[in-house]
């Protein structure tokens, strides 16, 4: 049973650049959820994709984007890099009980990207 | 507003002793989860242990186990047997019934001494 993967695993960018940074969901889920985790921190959640649309949003400014694709894999965007963009950046997945029940109560996390902003 | 406190930004502990890492955190919400995550040098973030708060009894897995005070907004982690590999940075997070955004603590690093 395949877990959460994320790539690339490390990137190097220079500010101002843009980047895309990609996420497979474990097998059965369909939402997907994005945290910026700085040195020394705690992960802060960005947004979080269901059914390909974001249905939440954490305090991050809209340079922050992503998409949901139909096998439920997701997509970060950054534009404008600035140097406090430096973080490791996880994703996370779970499964939305649509009939009731809600979230199942478990998210599984990948193993990060590592993004550099010089 | 919701917030996850660690104060404890440093322990250590003596292999196969017994080590408390201390969370407290703030909610209005009634129905909610808790956790604790380890997160190894090799940067995955895995699940320790959980607790629903609609439940009284302490959630306990193998050498881990927490105190849950509901009342206090308390939530520690007790690892009995402390081994090498549980070294790591250990994250409380909390998150409501509502919604699947999971709200993280500053971590705490734990040092296994041998």
């Known amino acids: 049973d395949a877990g959460v993967t994320q790539s690339p695993t490390h990137l190097i960018k220079t500010r101002g650049q843009q980047v895309t940074l990609r996420c497979s969901p474990k097998?059965?889920?369909?939402?997907v959820s994005w945290y910026q985790q700085a040195l020394g921190q705690g992960p802060q959640f960005i947004f979080q994709?269901?059914?390909?649309?974001?249905?939440q949003r954490g305090n991050f400014p809209d340079r922050f984007s992503g998409h949901q694709f139909p096998n439920y894999s997701s997509e970060l965007n950054v534009n404008a890099l600035l140097l406090g963009d430096s973080a490791l950046y996880l994703c996370a997945s779970s499964y939305y009980r649509a009939s009731g029940g809600g979230f199942t109560d478990t998210q599984y996390f990948g193993p990060g990207t590592r993004l550099t902003v010089l | 507003a919701q917030t996850v406190t660690q104060s404890q930004p440093e322990m250590s502990v003596q292999e196969a002793e017994t080590v408390t890492l201390s969370c407290t955190y703030d909610?209005?919400?009634?129905?909610?989860?808790l956790f604790w995550y380890k997160q190894p040098p090799s940067r995955q973030m895995i699940l320790v242990i959980r607790q629903e708060a609609y439940k009284q009894q302490n959630a306990t897995e193998n050498r881990f186990s927490v105190n849950f005070q509901k009342a206090a907004k308390s939530f520690s982690l007790k690892i009995s047997d402390s081994q090498l590999g549980d070294a790591a940075m250990y994250f409380c997070a909390y998150r409501t019934n509502r919604d699947d955004k999971i709200i993280f603590g500053k971590g705490t690093r734990l040092h296994i001494l041998p």
């Open positions: 909610t209005s919400e009634s129905d909610y989860y």
């Open positions: 994709y269901y059914e390909e649309e974001e249905r």
């Open positions: 097998s059965g889920h369909d939402t």
